[in-house]
């Protein structure tokens, strides 16, 4: 099993940047893709972004391409998120989450999440 805690989740106004982490611990954790999505209340859970077991791969959400950038390091056990150029609608609950496939934007294929980190966006 992994246990995933996300953390750096805030306030922050438009235009602004945030950096979120999610540090693992557990079973190896370069034996997992990670992935991060978003909810919003009344919502359906939506992609963010993944990243493959090594790093060497990653996809985004169009919504979020050019803006968001995922990261990984294996020695640390963590995956992060670098939010830029924040927009209202970004505000959502932050989750990373764990997969035993190669890489991928389905969430059904991750079968370890994070408890959320709350990002809001002020206009």
């Known amino acids: 099993q992994v246990q995933l805690v996300e953390s750096g989740g805030g306030l922050v106004q438009a235009g602004g940047s945030l950096r979120l982490s999610c540090v693992a611990s557990g079973e190896t954790f370069s034996g997992y893709g990670m992935g991060w999505f978003r909810q919003v209340p009344g919502k359906e859970r939506e992609f963010v972004a993944a990243i493959s077991q090594s790093g060497g791969s990653t996809v985004y959400a169009d919504s979020v391409k050019g803006r968001f950038t995922i990261s990984r390091d294996n020695a640390k056990n963590t995956v992060s998120l670098q939010l830029n150029s924040l927009k209202p609608e970004d505000t959502a609950i932050y989750y990373c989450?764990?997969?035993?496939?190669?890489?991928?934007?389905?969430?059904?294929?991750?079968?370890?999440w994070g408890q959320g980190t709350q990002v809001t966006v002020s206009s």
């Open positions: 989450a764990a997969t035993l496939t190669y890489i991928s934007r389905r969430n059904y294929e991750y079968g370890y």
